[in-house]
Each structure stands twice: as structure tokens, then as C-alpha cells.
């Protein structure tokens, strides 16, 4: 991975059009970053083309002066034309599929939902690992049952790989899944539909890392 972009996986932010009530993307995202989000994934299931590329290179545009990277979820086609990352999961293109549409530069994240999948994977191909749902999620009916504290550490045993808790995750949770191995938190709701979405970002900032520093000293 020596030749792939720097990415910090801390606070992981997941956009949903829907639960954006009417803000602006990249006014939205700017606040979130201002509040401490290290990492963004656009994610618009409904979104053609043409719009969610455009979308992605205002983001991009906003971003990449912060030093953080993009990543979009499912569309490797629109990722490798805006000259950003993707995140695939299991019935998305291979990782081998979408390492080649990409190139050798960009970031790859793949969703492995079961301990059995790990050895199925090209782990050399991919960036990091995201798992879950932590916890009990709205944000996407079909993510199964929550894996927990206990799935994290599984799954922490058996990868090398950044691994990133996904699903359910907000304020009141996101130590124990830093507590469990997680190296970030992925967080959709908690960010998105808040109020204030910068202040939300930097209480859950302020969480993972005293986590962090938590697990270090323990």
C-alpha cells in the first residue's frame, strides 16, 4: 500500500440525502470537518451518474485542500472518474475489479459482514476493512443483525488491516467499539440529521480519541 493516499479512519463520515433535512451537501460535510471528521464517503443510493459525480467533485474540491480524502460508496465508475476513493461490499464489483478501475493510488474500503468472508479476500488489494452493524441502524435495513463488541473482536483478530465499526454507531457507543479494536468509527445519523452537525462531529471526536488514548494505556 506504500504508493496509496494517507488516510485517517478516526471519525468516518457517511452522508445520506435523506436524513440531511435539505441542507446543502458540502455546507453539511464543511461543518462536519470543521468539527473533526478525518474521512467522507458520499453515499446517494437514488443518485444517477452524471449528478453524484458532480457531487463528488464539490466535495473533493472542499476536501482535498483539508488533506482529507473521499471515498464513494458502491460506484467504483464515478469514484475512478472524480479521482477518488470507493467503498464496495459484498454483492459490489470484486475488489480485484474495482482495484483495477481505480488504479493503484486510490483507497479501497470493502464491508465484510461475516469472519468467513476474510479468507475470501484479496486483503492486499483493499485499504481497510469496514464491519458491522455495531449496533442497531435505521440507516440501512438489509445491514443484519448487530455484531457487537464481541464481533469487533473477532474480526480485529483476524485482520492486519485499518478496521472500521459501521452501523449504529453515535455518541454513547463509539468508545466501546474503539474499546473492542476498531481503529474509527463510521457514523451516519449521528452527524448528519444532527442539528448542529459540527458540534455533533466534535463530541464524538472528543469520544473516539480519549478512547483511543484509553486502549493505549490499558
Do not use: W
Amino acid at each position: 500500500m506504500s504508493g496509496r493516499q494517507a488516510f485517517d479512519p478516526t471519525l468516518y463520515l457517511v452522508t445520506d440525502p435523506d436524513l440531511a433535512g435539505g441542507r446543502a451537501l458540502v455546507e453539511l460535510v464543511a461543518r462536519a470537518v470543521a468539527g473533526g471528521v478525518t474521512l467522507v464517503q458520499l453515499r446517494d443510493k437514488r443518485a444517477d451518474a452524471r449528478p453524484l459525480l458532480e457531487q463528488a467533485r464539490a466535495l473533493k474540491a472542499l476536501l482535498a485542500p483539508k488533506g482529507i480524502p473521499l471515498i464513494i460508496n458502491d460506484r467504483v465508475d464515478v469514484a475512478a472518474a472524480a479521482g477518488v476513493g470507493a467503498h464496495v461490499g459484498q454483492s459490489d464489483l470484486p475488489v480485484a475489479a474495482a482495484r483495477a478501475l481505480l488504479g493503484e493510488d486510490a483507497i479501497l474500503g470493502l464491508s465484510i459482514d461475516q469472519p468467513e468472508q476474510v479468507c475470501q479476500t484479496e486483503l492486499g488489494l483493499i485499504d481497510y476493512v469496514g464491519h458491522g452493524p455495531f449496533a442497531a441502524t435505521g440507516t440501512k435495513p438489509d445491514a443484519g443483525v448487530p455484531v457487537g463488541v464481541a464481533g469487533l473482536q473477532v474480526m480485529r483478530g483476524l485482520l492486519r488491516r485499518p478496521l472500521v465499526a459501521i452501523g449504529g454507531i453515535h455518541e454513547g457507543n463509539a468508545a466501546e467499539a474503539i474499546a473492542a479494536g476498531a481503529d474509527g468509527v463510521s457514523v451516519v445519523s449521528a452527524i448528519v440529521a444532527a442539528a448542529d452537525p459540527e458540534a455533533a462531529s466534535r463530541s464524538l471526536r472528543q469520544v473516539v480519541d480519549q478512547a483511543r488514548a484509553d486502549r493505549k494505556v490499558a
